[in-house]
């Protein structure tokens, strides 16, 4: 469709009002964002789409449901919304899940395999009949509910409780949370978990809790974390956290407010607002 150079004008003068009354009382002088946790719908929809962007190079978080594959990271089959791993056990508990909503489901054979790859990179009794069944089953509900209800069991849950304890606004919460997606709870072989990068990062600052200043604080967690995706030959890009979560911090949107813009292993992302 052809615009004349006076519609172009006139639209785009409008867009700036509108982004202007739309952004003010968000982040602008006017105004601050309204104090909401990451549970808040709203937010925890942003928190996908950052997540998704990072595991799936996708703000779609949704159409995640149905990706699987071995990226070569140790832990088997990577999947699904948050990348769940064969290796790790969330995607067993992800098919126990389903498996309890929906029995005599297509996935639900491939349990003792999944029980026996567990803690392994190994593909044994699953392969292409698993992953193609695990792509399928994604147009069902059940299994999605199931890949939601593993999701806030194990990472978004814990880490929201943990961060709200710590004092911290969305942004930190959000932080935490995409820390506990990455690196899980506690260490394993190989790898640093949460609660490492957590207690180093309070070695060196106090987060609000404890009367610190929340910036402060999440740049001692933020250089924890970075040094933890060091310790990881699979993980040696740390543009999760510097060009996107630090950056963030630094320009002061510790309720996430939008618009947000980040770049994640070298694509660019943004987020206008919900």
């Not at 937010?43 to 070569?72: C, P, R």
């Not at 509900?141 to 069991?153: G, M």
């Not at 060009?243 to 947000?260: D, H, I, N, S, Y």
């Amino acid at each position: 469709m052809k615009h004349t150079v006076r519609s172009l004008v006139a639209s785009a003068v409008t867009t700036a009002v509108v982004a202007a009354v739309v952004l003010t009382g968000c982040s602008g002088p006017g105004g601050s964002a309204p104090e909401t946790d990451l549970d808040d719908p709203a937010k925890k929809q942003l928190a996908m789409q950052l997540v998704s962007s990072a595991e799936n190079s996708s703000l779609d978080w949704k159409g995640q449901y149905k990706y699987i594959e071995d990226i070569g990271d140790g832990r088997g089959y990577t999947a699904g919304i948050i990348g769940f791993c064969s290796g790790t056990g969330d995607m067993l508990a992800v098919v126990e899940r389903y498996a309890a909503a929906r029995p005599g489901n297509p996935l639900e054979r491939y349990l003792p395999a999944l029980r026996a790859v567990n803690g392994s990179d190994a593909h044994t009794g699953l392969g292409r009949p698993f992953t193609e069944a695990w792509a399928k089953a994604a147009s069902d509900p059940a299994f999605r509910s199931a890949q939601d209800a593993e999701r806030d069991h194990s990472y978004f849950d814990p880490a929201v409780e943990r961060a709200k304890g710590d004092g911290l606004s969305a942004l930190g919460q959000f932080i935490y949370y995409d820390a506990y997606v990455m690196h899980g709870h506690g260490d394993t072989d190989g790898s640093v978990g949460f609660a490492t990068i957590r207690r180093e990062a309070l070695a060196k600052a106090d987060p609000p809790e404890r009367g610190g200043d929340e910036e402060t604080y999440l740049h001692a967690f933020l250089d924890a974390r970075v040094a933890a995706i060091h310790e990881e030959p699979s993980h040696t890009d740390t543009s999760r956290v510097e060009t996107a979560q630090r950056v963030f911090v630094r320009e002061g949107k510790l309720q996430l407010e939008t618009p947000l813009r980040w770049r994640v292993y070298g694509e660019t992302y943004r987020v206008d607002g919900h």
